[in-house]
């Protein structure tokens, strides 16, 4: 239910802008992010923002990366600069509270991820 697309192959300082759609009919999405897993390593928070508009970024992004989402849509981007080596990873997207149609309701809603797409920076 969430594609994710932009990734690719950057040199170092370079820049990439990762997008996120969700598909299908989805009445809220409290919170949408991204993720990233690099080799041998635990998938971390990259970003996330509220629908309200709250951010959260991890340090090693802060000040690089930006974060934004249009409700309206269901979509979520992520604007990366000054891209670093070890910025390469394979990038998830996330979204937490969804409420869609057709499926029972919760109220916490229910959490969806997207397949990843790989952001390799070079040196």
């Known amino acids: 239910q969430l594609q994710a697309s932009g990734g690719g192959l950057v040199q170092d300082g370079e820049s990439l802008r990762l997008s996120c759609d969700a598909s299908g009919t989805i009445y809220r999405i409290s919170v949408m992010g991204w993720y990233r897993q690099a080799p041998g390593k635990q998938r971390e928070l990259v970003a996330t923002?509220?629908?309200?508009?709250?951010?959260r970024y991890a340090d090693s992004v802060r000040g690089r990366f930006t974060i934004s989402r249009d409700n309206a849509k269901n979509t979520v981007s992520l604007q990366m600069n000054s891209l670093k080596p070890e910025d390469t990873a394979v990038y998830y997207c996330?979204?937490?509270?969804?409420?869609?149609?057709?499926?029972?309701?919760?109220?916490?809603?229910?959490?969806?991820w997207g397949q990843g797409t790989l952001v390799t920076v070079s040196s």
């Open positions: 996330n979204a937490e509270g969804v409420i869609p149609a057709g499926r029972p309701y919760i109220a916490e809603g229910y959490e969806y």
């Open positions: 923002v509220h629908r309200f508009g709250t951010t």
